[in-house]
């Protein structure tokens, strides 16, 4: 940890200061250590602001996505299973055995 060299004067009210000492207590901290912490994650702490970016930048992302129905069906199901699944369809397209499936699991295709 830092040496700690450099003295700050903040004013609380008296409500402000009572909160701050019975939440200092039940951590088992002081009321400065609660101030310095509470300063390092709001002000001082670049990941938080880098987290942020982040958030915002994927939120601008443009990502091509499939039906609803497929996209439950890939993040529900295990990789395994998707896999499995997948392999099954291309040897049925090209007219192959259908080797290394689940046992007793069944494709329901509907018929249009």
Do not use: C, F
Request: glycine share 8%.
């Amino acid at each position: 940890m830092a040496t700690l060299n450099k003295r700050v004067q903040v004013l609380l009210s008296a409500s402000q200061y009572a909160r701050l000492k019975e939440i200092a207590r039940s951590r088992g901290e002081s009321v400065g250590a609660l101030v310095r912490q509470a300063v390092q994650e709001q002000y001082l702490d670049t990941s938080r602001d880098e987290r942020l970016a982040a958030v915002e930048e994927m939120g601008g992302l443009r990502l091509p996505v499939s039906d609803w129905e497929q996209m439950e069906r890939e993040s529900v199901e295990s990789p395994v299973v998707l896999h499995r699944r997948q392999r099954a369809h291309v040897r049925r397209r090209r007219g192959t055995p259908l080797e290394g499936t689940v046992p007793g699991h069944h494709q329901h295709h509907r018929q249009g």
